[in-house]
């Protein structure tokens, strides 16, 4: 048969739903006698771009492109993977830059959207949370409790916040981040407005307290993790942006608290914080499921790739038609070998096959996580980092909770004690950039998780010194280191959780982390209310917290050094 009326036969059939099966079976039988053609196929360096070659060029292109406009499922993208054997010529081919199918990560693009929604999150959580010690004064005048009473309002949100973690995972698996950090926002908002009526405290512990910690607990958790899963060889420096939030909360929201309280009051400052808190919810609707990224981006990508390409009329209407209209073609591979000819290469898809890949797997819907580990406490290092983190937040909360009150204790004014804890809040802010970005280097990265270490000794001391103090000056100033030290201990959190277990447990080992943290949430506040209660003043409380960062550091280090042992014996033998 003259090779030149191939392609114009392959345009005029048409058929019926049968000719459709028909096709598909020639396809699949074609792919797996490939492997014999090869030895028969000849794949010439260079060939001559006639009329047969460019018209079979766009059957390809064509056929690949009404699978997925109609088809819709990946399964058939993986069919195209198979017929795209024929294009890889020995000597003409690029090599195909595929991602790692462990974390096909985009690493920036729309990742950098997410992370803005994620530091937005971090500021409005960080910032009302930040502010615990001039709402703990607030809570303190109107309801005239004791120390380790009031606090309980305070430590209550940020231990549910954290303690509740796991929950937060298996609906996160369950659902989607997008959709569990605008219910997060809604319930927060709704905490505020219900705290501005309290009538006592008991009443708080619910209102601002439980309600509060639930709308916390599903913006803040989803929010870091979903960062990590978009980033892999900048995730440090991705997380630490996202976690700046909070210090930049921590800046801004203490001063402003404290003027909308005087200038509204109690009633009026509450419903103004629900509004804001509502915004969480707008963040959140940035977050886009990673799964459903790289499906778009798939999509995309081919359909760019088809307009891109120079597609005669006939052919145009073939694939505006559709297989709805029962315009089908064969695809006769073995007249293509006949003719020798080399099919394009899809070079700009190719790079996401592998993405495309990882999801495909499970039936095209997102990835399916088991809701809780428990068996991950059974590494020694996660393990002692559970226990490091438990112990250094029974004195972190407390520290942000009492600085204000150990300042005005000091003859410090309250709007002046804001700004103390505003100090704290930049320097935590920048530094969550910058250590992101230090730790991400290169020939730092292998030591990351004992830099970490030493940090929270480093915190230890700080927190040791705060009762020798009693200036403005001196507590902005010690303040600011504690902001430095705070900042690099929060933002790489998730980070030295990667490094232990790898990304592919972030969800459920990151939701046990802050389960732990969470404890030392619920048991700090109160614990050091309590010895100001017995002893009528705050310095004990931080002798006590500095103790207890002091041991938590100690843990993880004791870990880091049998893991040490551990790896050079194996080495050895």
Known sequence: MDASKEPQDYRH?????DQETEYSSLINEDINTQKMKDSIIECPSEINEDKT???????????????????????RIEDRKAIGTMEESKESDKPVVEMEEENPAPDGGFGWIIVLGS?????FIGGIERSAGIIYLKFEDKFQKSAAATAWATSLPAGLRLSLGPLCSILCNRFSHRSVVITGGIILCISMIITAVSPSLSFTYFSFGVLGGIGRLLAYSPAVVIVGEYFNKRRGLAVGIATSGVGFGSFLFPT????????????????????VMLNISVCGCLFRPLWLHIKMMVHDTRGKNIKESDVGPETTALCEDGWD??????????????????????????KFRKMSSFFSSNNDSKPKNKVLELSLMKDLRFASFCIAILLFTISFQSAFVFIPA??????????????????????????????????DLKSVKKYRLYIYN???????FVSLVVPQLDTFVELSVLCGVYGLLVGTYICQKSVIIVDILGVKKLVNSFGLLICFQGIGMFLGPP???????????????????????????????????????????????
Do not use: W
């Open 454 to 460: 030493a940090v929270l000794f480093l915190v230890g």
């Open 13 to 17: 059939r048409s058929g019926t739903q």
């Open 325 to 350: 209209k029962q315009s089908s073609a064969k695809l006769d591979q073995k007249q293509v070998a006949k003719q020798n000819v080399v099919l394009a290469p899809q070079t700009k898809v190719s």
């Open 406 to 439: 150990y300042a005005k204790s000091k003859g410090i004014s309250e709007i002046e004690a804001s700004y103390i804890v505003s100090v704290a809040g930049f320097f935590d802010g920048t530094s969550r950039i910058v250590s992101g970005f230090l730790l």
């Open 256 to 275: 402003i608290i404290e003027t909308l309280f005087n200038f509204y009051g109690f009633f009026g400052a509450f419903l103004i914080l629900g509004a």
């Open 53 to 75: 070659t460019l018209e079979m060029k766009e059957c390809v292109n064509i056929i690949d492109h009404c699978l997925l406009e109609n088809g819709g499922v990946q399964g």
């Open 527 to 573: 614990i050091a209310g309590f010895m100001k209660d017995v002893n009528g003043h705050y310095d004990i409380g931080f002798y006590f917290g500095g103790a207890s960062m002091f041991l938590g550091a100690l843990v993880l280090a004791l870990a880091n050094i049998i893991h040490y042992l551990r790896l050079k014996k194996r080495l050895s033998t």
């Open 119 to 123: 530091l937005l999150v971090h500021l």
